[in-house]
């Protein structure tokens, strides 16, 4: 049993190892956009964001409209 554990062990390292160099290989996400984030609505964990602490203005005068109402 005790055997089976080192096996086990030195598996779930191995494998660990291998996706651990697989990530670091991946390329990165690339846009022209001065400005970009990229949220998962239900879990909000961001997956990409470029400037995220830059202030920008509105887009449009709806946006500052709603912006007001809200």
């Known amino acids: 049993m ?3 554990s080192i096996v086990l062990t030195i598996l779930v390292a191995a494998m660990a ?3 651990s160099l ?3 290989q991946e390329p990165g996400f690339e846009t022209k956009a001065q400005y970009a ?3 998962d609505s239900r879990s909000g964990n961001v997956f990409f964001e ?3 602490d830059v202030p920008v203005p509105p887009a449009s005068m709806s946006k500052l409209m709603t912006m007001i109402m809200v």
């Open 2 to 4: 005790a055997r089976f």
């Open 17 to 19: 190892a291998i996706l």
């Open 22 to 24: 697989a990530r670091a």
């Open 37 to 39: 984030i990229l949220i």
């Open 50 to 52: 470029k400037n995220p």
